[in-house]
T-cell receptor, first 120, second 112 residues
Framework: DTAVSQTPKYLVTQMGNDKSIKCEQN?????MYWYKQDSKKFLKIMFS???????INETVPNRFSPKSPDKAHLNLHINSLELGDSAVYFC???????????????????FGAGTRLSVL | AQSVAQPEDQVNVAEGNPLTVKCTYS??????LFWYVQYPNRGLQFLLK??????LVKGSYGFEAEFNKSQTSFHLKKPSALVSDSALYFC??????????FGQGTTLQVKP
């Protein structure tokens, strides 16, 4: 069983469309994340949720809206897609958020295989 | 602000030789450092982390990393490289918000 699974794996769409990427983790983790990897392989966090609550919201355009219906799911909806949105989007999860004190094994983030989004 | 730098875009090593992938960091306070590996068309896999204690940290697949506070470095090492080690390697630091801040990534190419 895949621990962190994302669908779809590939997404090709036209500029201006609205699309969603789904993420599910079966690890029982409390915290989930979305990262964006650009064409130069640079990885940057977009959002994190802890127990369905938004914790981190980097300076991401409000066209991007994460939704967490429950702890095991964190979906990413993107409105009015632009060419610059083309990237690989990774979902990740960790057992706890653990902001206080040093991170232990519970803070290790586990990543999905990624969704390659191409906006034409 | 916290940041991580990986000065080499690519490292080339012959199979059986030792390898080093470099990482330097800039943080205020105690650094919590990680190495992840990304195989082609796959997500990132956790390799190892430094929190406190011994400066030499051992991780998965025979990798280890050396924490050097005076040089603010956390280089990834392996005594004998395998062709299957060829992948993209990321160094990361954990920010106070819990998020990971990644370096630019270093492609490791191990040739037979």
């Amino acid at each position: 069983d895949t621990a962190v699974s994302q669908t779809p794996k590939y997404l090709v769409t036209q500029m201006g469309n609205d699309k969603s990427i789904k993420c599910e983790q079966n690890l029982g983790h409390d915290t989930m994340y979305w990262y964006k990897q650009d064409s130069k392989k640079f990885l940057k966090i977009m959002f994190s949720y802890n127990n369905k609550e938004l914790i981190i919201n980097e300076t991401v355009p409000n066209r991007f809206s994460p939704k967490s219906p429950d702890k095991a799911h964190l979906n990413l909806h993107i409105n009015s897609l632009e060419l610059g949105d083309s990237a690989v989007y990774f979902c990740a999860s960790s057992q706890v958020l653990g902001l206080a004190g040093p991170p232990g094994a519970k803070n290790i983030q586990y990543f999905g295989a990624g969704t390659r989004l191409s906006v034409l | 602000a916290q940041s991580v730098a990986q000065p080499e875009d690519q490292v080339n090593v012959a199979e059986g030789n030792p390898l080093t992938v470099k990482c330097t960091y800039s943080v205020s306070g105690n650094p919590y450092l990680f190495w992840y590996v990304q195989y082609p068309n796959r997500g990132l896999q956790f390799l190892l982390k430094y929190i406190t204690g011994d400066n030499l940290v051992k991780g998965s697949y025979g990798f280890e990393a050396e924490f050097n506070k005076s040089q603010t470095s956390f280089h990834l090492k392996k005594p004998s490289a395998l062709v299957s080690d060829s992948a993209l390697y990321f160094c990361a630091v954990r920010a106070y918000t819990g998020k990971l801040i990644f370096g630019q990534g270093t492609t490791l190419q191990v040739k037979p």
